[in-house]
């Protein structure tokens, strides 16, 4: 009977510095993986302190405030709400001479430094 384990640890030893290599190939792979997926998700603990300036006029419940003509955020899609973030800061919306409430609320998104800022804010709205 031929012997199959000595076969097998006689490959192994022979290609052990590929193996070491495909193996450590597959964990980087995953550790990318899971770090891409980390970056997509917002972060409500980091959100909320990113949230404070907002509520000056949005409420700190998110329901909005006719006295700042802000409107209600709480319950809203999260996919809308970084939508309108990144209108406001890239100049999409707030940019036209007429629209005086969108350009106020321009200066503030100006003020979520970056995609991340604005997905963790807005993961924080959500727990409201
Ligand atoms: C100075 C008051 C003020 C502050 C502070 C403020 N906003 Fe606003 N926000 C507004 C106003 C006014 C509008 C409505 C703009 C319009 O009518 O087009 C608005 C609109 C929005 C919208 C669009 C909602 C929709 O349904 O289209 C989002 C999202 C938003 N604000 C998020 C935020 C976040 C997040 C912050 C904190 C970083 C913030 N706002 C801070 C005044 C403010």
Same mark, same amino acid.
């Given at each position: 009977?031929?012997?199959?384990?000595?076969?097998?640890?006689?490959?192994v030893?022979?290609?052990k510095t590929?193996?070491?290599?495909?193996?450590l190939?597959?964990?980087?792979?995953?550790?990318?993986?899971?770090?891409f997926?980390?970056?997509?998700d #917002?972060?409500?603990?980091?959100?909320?302190?990113l949230?404070?300036?907002?509520? #000056?006029?949005?409420g700190?419940?998110?329901m909005g405030?006719?006295?700042?003509?802000s409107?209600?955020?709480?319950?809203?899609?999260?996919?809308?709400l970084?939508?309108?973030?990144?209108?406001f800061k890239?100049?999409?919306?707030?940019?036209?001479?007429?629209?005086t409430?969108?350009?106020?609320?321009? #200066?503030?998104?100006?003020?979520?430094?970056h995609?991340q800022a604005?997905?963790?804010?807005?993961?924080?709205?959500?727990?409201?």
């Open positions: 009977m031929p012997d199959y384990l000595g076969l097998k640890l006689e490959f030893m022979k290609h590929k193996i070491t290599l495909v193996f190939q597959i964990v980087a792979v995953f550790f990318l993986a899971t770090s997926a980390q970056a997509q #917002g972060n409500a603990e980091a959100g909320k302190g949230y404070a300036v907002c509520s #000056g006029c949005h700190a419940d998110g405030m006719e006295a700042t003509n409107p209600r955020l709480q319950g809203q899609l999260e996919s809308y970084i939508r309108q973030l990144q209108y890239s100049g999409i919306r707030g940019s036209h001479k007429d629209d409430y969108g350009a106020t609320m321009k #200066g503030m998104a100006a003020t979520l430094p995609d604005i997905r963790d804010v807005v993961a924080y709205i959500s727990t409201l």
